[in-house]
């Protein structure tokens, strides 16, 4: 965008120069997105809902391996961890659960995580089928930087 030079004292505001404040304006108009959506509210357990500009988020989006090729019976869990920058509060965490070899042990899995910290999440995944599995997890982490 075209930088518009300050009028000098005692300058008149000629046509030209007013022609540059308006198209400066119209163009900074332009670049601004006209959503209706510039808040997100995190109501996080044990906290007040919070209300924050969009543009004040921060997201996480993270892979963590489960299992490689392993062998699990019905019943069997593995606990996991994921490591994140800094929050100001426990930020809100998604774990969807990724059947990386397609097989029916890695198919009937669960995902359960533990109350999120402004550093850290840990979970679980819980098998119901036996066999060999290579499971992974999703995570979406959601929240407002420290």
Same mark, same amino acid.
């Given at each position: 965008?075209?930088?518009?030079?300050?009028?000098?004292?005692?300058?008149?505001?000629?046509?030209?120069?007013?022609?540059?404040?308006?198209?400066?304006?119209?163009?900074?108009?332009?670049?601004?997105?006209?959503?209706?959506?510039?808040?997100?509210?995190? @109501?996080?357990?044990?906290? +007040?809902?919070? !209300?924050?500009?969009?543009? *004040?988020?921060?997201?996480?989006?993270?892979? /963590?391996? =489960?299992?490689?090729?392993?062998?699990?019976?019905?019943?069997?869990?593995?606990?996991?961890?994921?490591?994140?920058? @800094?929050?100001?509060?426990? +930020?809100?965490? !998604?774990?969807?659960?990724? *059947?990386?070899?397609?097989?029916?042990?890695? /198919?009937? =899995?669960?995902?359960?995580?533990?109350?999120?910290?402004?550093?850290?999440?840990?979970?679980?995944?819980?098998?119901?089928?036996?066999?060999?599995?290579?499971?992974?997890?999703?995570?979406?982490?959601?929240?407002?930087?420290?």
């Amino acid at each position: 965008m075209a930088k518009i030079p300050l009028p000098e004292r005692g300058q008149p505001l000629d046509v030209t120069y007013i022609y540059s404040m308006v198209d400066a304006i119209n163009s900074l108009s332009a670049s601004i997105p006209s959503t209706t959506y510039k808040y997100l509210t995190l @109501d996080i357990p044990g906290r +007040p809902s919070e !209300t924050e500009k969009t543009s *004040n988020a921060k997201i996480v989006l993270g892979y /963590k391996q =489960v299992t490689t090729t392993q062998t699990v019976k019905p019943g069997d869990t593995v606990s996991f961890d994921y490591d994140y920058a @800094d929050f100001k509060f426990p +930020p809100i965490v !998604t774990a969807t659960p990724v *059947n990386i070899t397609g097989t029916v042990a890695g /198919k009937n =899995v669960s995902v359960v995580i533990d109350p999120p910290t402004t550093t850290k999440v840990t979970g679980l995944v819980r098998f119901y089928e036996g066999g060999d599995a290579t499971v992974g997890v999703n995570l979406m982490i959601i929240g407002i930087p420290n």
